[in-house]
C-alpha cells in the first residue's frame, strides 16, 4: 500500500505537468519576401533590396494575446550587431504584421520575429524565429593617383633593369 501512493502521486504529476505543457502552445512563424512575393530566405540579393517581413502569430490552445517583437541583425563581416526593431507590441491570435526593410549595406542580415506569452500564472512562454538574408558584395574598380602609379612603374622598371643586367652578365 506503501508503493501505491507514491505512484499515484506521480502520475497527478505527470497529468498536470503535461496538461499544462498542452495549454500553453504557441507558434511563431516568419516569412522574408522580396517585391515580387518571391521568398528570399538564405539567398543572395542586391544591394537596396526592399525586404518585405511578415511576422505570424497564433495560440494553439486559445486565443490569448502575446508581446510581439521583430528585430533586424546584420553582419557585415565582424559579428551579429543590431540594426533596427520593426515591431514592439501585443499581437492577438492569427495576426499578421507585415513590415519593410531596405538592405542598404553588404553583408548578411537576420529577420528575427519573437513572440512571448505569459499564462495566467507565472510561466513565460517564448518562441523566436531566424530568417537569413544576404547581400551582393559590390565590387569597385579604383584607379590610384598619379603619383601611385609612377612609383609602382619606378619600381618595376629597376627591379627589371636589375634582373636584365644579372642575365646579360652571364
Known sequence: MKKEIPIAILTLLVFAAFVGV??????????????????????????????????????????????ASMIVRFDGGSGWEYRDTLFDDVVNDGQTVERTYTMTESGSYQFIWRCEQESAGTSRISISCTNEVATDRVVTFVIPEPGTLAGLITALSALGLLAFKKIRAK
Request: aromatic share 8%.
Open 22 to 67: 498542452a495549454r500553453a502552445q504557441i507558434v511563431a512563424l516568419i516569412e522574408v519576401k522580396d517585391s515580387g512575393g518571391n521568398s528570399i530566405k538564405d539567398v543572395t540579393v542586391p544591394l537596396y533590396t526592399v525586404a518585405y517581413i511578415y511576422g505570424t502569430y497564433q495560440d494553439l490552445g486559445g486565443d490569448a494575446p502575446a508581446e
